[in-house]
Structures are given as C-alpha cells and as structure tokens.
C-alpha cells in the first residue's frame, strides 16, 4: 500500500517563502502538487517526472514556485516564494505508477491528506 504524507504548511505572510516536503511510501513514479481553496476545486499547481528532468507548472506559479526531487527518489519539495493571499489553500500531493509527469489529477492514483498553506495580506 502506497502511502503519501504532506508537510511543511503553515502561516505566512505575502510575500514569504514556504518548502513543502512530500515522502512517499513504496513504488511510486511521478509526482505532483495539488491545491485546493475554500469554495473552489482542485487545481493543478506542479508535477515532476520520475527522472526529475521534466517538470511542469501552472501559470499562476510558474515563476513563483519550484518542483524538485530529493536524492532519495521518495521526497519531493514544492519551494515557494513570493507567496500570496490568493495561494492560501490546502496543498495535496499526489503520485502515480506512471513515469511522466501529468497536469490531470486522474493520473494520479494515491494522494495524500493535505497540508494547509494560508497567506496573510
């Protein structure tokens, strides 16, 4: 059974940098965070392949925040900096069997339980 733990949330101000860390459990591949705001749905926020070569962003991080595989093939690290209130969110982690990474949240089979992020104006 694959298991995926979140942290390294918090409170912050605008502006801030925060590291989530996501360790995974088992064989897992490419990996990808998640977010989710009150009231809205999940959206996509970035996503690394198992080689960590190939990573993808959505717009409104893209030059804000930075996906990165630990040595060991188990950790990644969300970087994010230049925090904002619109960032406020519960951050989910997610893996897949698959090797590239994808934007879809249905190519990823086993997700943790969310680490909360929230961005003081």
């Known amino acids: 059974q694959v298991q995926v733990v979140e942290s390294g949330g918090g409170l912050v101000q605008a502006g801030d940098s925060l590291r989530l860390t996501c360790t995974t459990s088992g064989h897992t591949y490419a990996t990808a965070w998640f977010r989710q705001a009150p009231g809205k749905d999940r959206e996509f926020v970035a996503a690394v392949s198992w080689s960590g070569t190939r990573t993808h962003y959505a717009d409104a991080v893209k030059a804000r925040f930075s996906i990165s595989r630990d040595n060991d093939p188990n950790t990644v690290y969300l970087r994010m900096n230049s925090l904002k209130p619109e960032d406020t969110a519960v951050y989910y982690c997610?893996?897949?069997?698959?090797?590239?990474?994808?934007?879809?949240?249905?190519?990823?089979?086993?997700w943790g339980r969310g680490t909360q992020v929230t961005v003081s104006s």
């Open positions: 997610a893996t897949t069997s698959l090797i590239g990474a994808s934007t879809d949240q249905n190519s990823y089979n086993y």
